[in-house]
């Protein structure tokens, strides 16, 4: 059984930053990668940013230069840092781990940006 903890988001005002983390646990074997989707009401849940295990990187073009991801193998940890945000960067983030075959997700964090 694999677990996904989220923790970090909340309500802050345009401009603003947030962390995101997420602690993977449990039966975990061969991550290829961990990743942030996010959800806005009525859209569909969308890439925001993934990590592979050997550190490659991939963010959506609306991020890029404001979102950096990094992770802590050691902890099983990943984590989103959200600077210059902006309204339109509110939603449910969802944490992702990819294993061969499978995707596993977190319950999802609330961000919201006040304009």
């Known amino acids: 059984q694999v677990q996904l903890v989220e923790s970090g988001g909340g309500l802050v005002q345009a401009g603003g930053s947030l962390r995101l983390s997420c602690r993977a646990s449990?039966?975990?074997?061969?991550?290829?990668?961990m990743g942030w989707y996010r959800q806005a009401p009525g859209k569909q849940r969308e890439l925001v940013a993934r990590?592979?295990?050997?550190?490659?990187?991939t963010y959506a073009d609306s991020v890029k230069g404001r979102f950096t991801i990094y992770s802590n193998n050691a902890k099983n940890t990943v984590y989103l840092q959200m600077n210059s945000l902006a309204p339109e960067d509110t939603g449910v983030y969802y944490c992702?781990?990819?294993?061969?075959?499978?995707?596993?997700w977190g319950q999802g964090t609330q961000v919201t940006v006040s304009s």
């Open positions: 992702d781990l990819e294993v061969v075959g499978y995707d596993y």
């Open positions: 990590i592979t295990s050997g550190g490659s990187t």
């Open positions: 449990g039966s975990i074997f061969s991550i290829n990668a």
